[in-house]
């Protein structure tokens, strides 16, 4: 999840996260997050998921969660504000890029991953 969450923002930004069918998992990669204690990517997620359904649950479903989105039309009053706060989100994620890294070797070790030398 953590991979994926990484590779849809270097992609195409937060949004692409939740209109992919990758924010399917939205809710799990929150959980992986907390419990990685990872908090700035943590912020920046929960902080795009505001802007995109405000206080609304993000439906599982990707039909109805890119239905459900501000950024779904162009004609939606909140697309454009939306999408330049969203840019703004994107710049912090890519900042601490880092943090993805260092998330990704903290699970390789914690599971084994990379075997003994």
């Not at 998992?25 to 908090?39: P, Q, S």
């Not at 920046?44 to 998921?49: D, F, G, P, Q, V």
């Not at 599982?60 to 779904?72: F, P």
């Not at 939306?82 to 390789?108: C, M, P, Q, S, V």
């Amino acid at each position: 999840m953590i991979n994926t969450l990484g590779a849809e923002v270097y992609n195409d930004g937060l949004e692409q996260f939740f209109s992919d069918t990758t924010g399917d998992l939205y809710y799990e990669t929150v959980d992986a997050l907390i419990e990685l204690d990872e908090r700035v990517i943590l912020e920046l997620l929960e902080e795009a998921k505001m802007i995109l359904f405000s206080s609304s649950t993000v439906p599982k479903s990707h039909i109805a969660r890119r239905n459900l989105m501000v950024t779904s039309s162009e004609n939606h009053p909140e697309y454009h504000e939306a999408n330049r706060k969203l840019e703004e989100l994107d710049k912090r994620f890519y900042a601490n890029g880092e943090n993805i890294t260092r998330l990704l070797e903290k699970l390789a070790d914690r599971y084994g991953l990379y075997g003994s030398a």
